[in-house]
């Protein structure tokens, strides 16, 4: 019952006790304070770089600096797309915290509208990532101040001093020019150029615009500037400017241009001008049109949404996507075709209010009497021309009419075309495995039945019937070849002298288009072709879009030919009446811009001011409710 007995506590064995505990405690510091030190000089020697790295990451901010774009200028240097100082505000998605605060407090400093809300609403759900969205450009002062005091509440704000696309003459350029925009999510998936997700960086989106995107777009700047930890910027460091994009040259004649845009008014169609000499196109017009700064600035729904309910159509580049029948215009080339296959041009025909093709009787548009064929030409005689379609038969005219320029996708910059048809036997039976007949021809050689064509090959056509040479349209300053056509002088001759008479001669169907110039001529020819389907009325009236297409080509001087035009007018109802009106006013223009101008002030008068105003006023109205844009405030 009586234990170990435990020693007696001593002196000795208290120091010894003592000093083993404080041998284990010593260590266990010295481990610790080894493996610190080894951590420490880990980190300042091997580690070095790196946190010295992201030391300076965390003081220093590094962003890119969208490069400015290159300009596209005209054949003498001005501006047709340029760019403006702008101050803008974008949000960079994944930094955006609290979004509908964000957002009611730019509604608020910005007086943002309920479009601009949509857009960037809009906008937000089809970024990713840092894929910037534009809140709004060209700020005012004020208005950038206000947001830069605000921004430390405002997380995911970004404003930017910088610059933004500008076209000077904004809806006179659209279908030529393009426009840009910001980067869309799968492009910058495409790429993952971080310059695709740097706010206010704009790529090409449509026309010359995309074509030329590599070199518009310049290298951009980079900015170095030292930041608190809250992000709001200490100084600048340094800047690494950026490199502008390469000039575009076009062969636009940029008044020209601007001046064919406004004188189509209130009208549906376009027009286009080829230098005779040189096959630069002048003029390539689609009316009505978009104005692309709305696109560089961000389009609102509600904007696009009025332009996709115009019926006249101002997204579709009519000048190379819109397919007409030419009507009459054809005439002065079949004429070609038909003094190469051994017609006499003196030989004379009996018009009498029409043509008889077995037991079916095609009617003319007048009684004409005996004619030749210059007076043919002059007063757009449909029977004289059955007659020649119904002894040659189209397959000997239709390869006249592709060597002018018909049914023929051209290598233009920046446009997308459709090309239209040039029939002939083997291109029916191959399509509807039928037999060409008698009265195809008669019917595609007056520019109706499968005949389509758009305004650019009406406007080589004309071209080429002024120059004799195979003259190929282009944009920019590209080498063609431009051999003489295979055609004798004297079918040249005698389809340059109908047209002479159309405009000059007594009678003739453009007589009241003459020009009003001393010393210069204009020849041409009228077309007006019916619309398919049509089954209201006789196209010369009613409901605008069962109306008559009205045509025109022409070329100017007669004797020296120096320009070609086309002009359409869409369901204008007639080319006399339409479309030779505006090539007369826009050859006046390019001999005497004082006269020119002087008649274009007056229309636009009676059409309710520029395009500018007109649009602006077509578009409040759509806002304030209109069912549909007012076709008598079309741009």
Sequence with gaps: ?????????????????????????????????????????????????????????????????????????????????????????????????????????????????????????????????????????DMTEQEYSSILVHLPELPGIAPQRGFARNYPTGAAVGHLIGYVGAPTAEEYEKVKDPLYITPGYKTGKDGLEKYFQEMLRGKPGAKRVEVTARGKVVRELSTQPDTQGKTVHLTIDADLQDYVARRMGPESGAAVVIDTLTGDILAFVSMPSFDPNSFSDGISNSEYSWLRADDHQPLINKATRGLYPPGSTLKPMAAIAAIEHGIDPSERHTCIGGYRLGSRFFRCLGTHGSLDMPHAIMKSCNSYFYWVAHRLGYDAIAPTAKMMGLGEEFQLAGSNQRFGTIPDSAWKMKKYDQPWSASDSLNAVIGQGYVSVNPLQLAVMASRIASGRSLYPRLVNRHFKNDPLPFSAEAFATARLGMDLVVNGPGGTAGRSKLPLDGIAMAGKTGT??????????????????????????????????????????????GSRAAAPVAKDVFTFIYDREKGMEALEAFEAGWGGTIKDRMDRSYAAWKAGIAAPDPGLAQ
């Design 1 to 137: 019952m009586f234990g170990k007995k435990a020693p007696p506590i001593t002196e000795a064995w208290r120091g010894f006790t003592f000093t083993r505990r404080a041998l284990v405690v010593g260590g266990a510091q010295a481990a610790v304070g080894v493996a610190l030190a080894a951590r420490m000089a880990y980190i300042s020697v091997i580690d070095n770089e790196r946190y010295v790295l992201e030391s300076e990451s965390n003081r220093v901010n590094l962003t890119l600096v969208p490069p400015r774009r290159g300009w596209i200028v005209d054949r003498h240097g001005k501006a047709l797309a340029n760019n403006r100082v702008s101050l803008r505000v974008d949000i960079i998605p994944d930094r955006l915290h609290n979004k509908d605060n964000v957002l009611a407090q730019l509604r608020t400093l910005l007086r943002l509208d309920n479009d601009a809300m949509e857009r960037i609403e809009r906008d937000l759900k089809a970024a990713s990532g840092f894929q910037p969205v534009a809140v709004a450009e």
């Design 529 to 574: 072709a019916q619309v398919r389907g049509l089954n209201t009325g006789n196209g010369k009236g009613g409901t605008w879009r069962f109306r008559d297409h009205g045509l025109f080509i022409g070329f100017a001087p007669v004797d020296n030919p120096r320009y070609a035009i086309s002009v359409i007018i869409e369901h204008g109802m007639g």
